[in-house]
């Protein structure tokens, strides 16, 4: 009982992978990037309201939230520092309570779907 011998074959290629994943993870497409683009945008901004609305705390607040902030390397880091931020925000004057609507306007626009849903509508 001879087995046949196999000869070596002319070097074969791999087949082709024609997956959705084999190409977006080389290079994605242009409206992915826009989407992280617009993304990034929209946390430099959130940074940028949250170091303005800082201006108006004490120095011996602020020293810790701004470097916090400043070291906030994705939006949930920010989402965690506004109860820290709202506290220091905290009374009756006006230009804290206008910083305190600026960042609520500015996390909003981040973190659009935080709120629970109401059974109210808007008119």
Same mark, same amino acid.
């Given at each position: 009982m001879n087995q046949p011998v196999l000869t070596p074959t002319p070097m074969q290629h791999a087949p082709r992978h024609y997956t959705v994943g084999a190409y977006t993870s080389a290079a994605s497409l242009p409206g992915d990037r826009q989407a992280r683009?617009?993304? /990034?945008?929209?946390?430099?901004? !959130? #940074?940028?309201?949250?170091?303005?609305?800082?201006?108006?705390? $004490?120095?011996?607040?602020?020293?810790?939230?701004?470097?916090?902030?400043?070291?906030?390397?994705? $939006?949930?880091? !920010?989402?965690? !520092?506004?109860?820290?931020?709202?506290?220091?925000?905290?009374?009756?004057?006006?230009? /804290?309570? #206008?910083?305190?609507q600026m960042l609520r306007r500015g996390l909003d626009t981040v973190f659009a779907d935080h709120e629970p849903e109401s059974c109210f509508t808007p008119l």
């Open positions: 683009m617009a993304a /990034r945008r929209a946390f430099v901004d !959130l #940074k940028q309201t949250y170091m303005l609305a800082l201006d108006e705390v $004490p120095e011996s607040q602020a020293d810790w939230l701004r470097n916090q902030v400043r070291s906030a390397e994705e $939006p949930v880091d !920010l989402w965690l !520092l506004r109860g820290p931020v709202f506290a220091a925000l905290e009374g009756a004057d006006p230009d /804290r309570r #206008k910083c305190r």
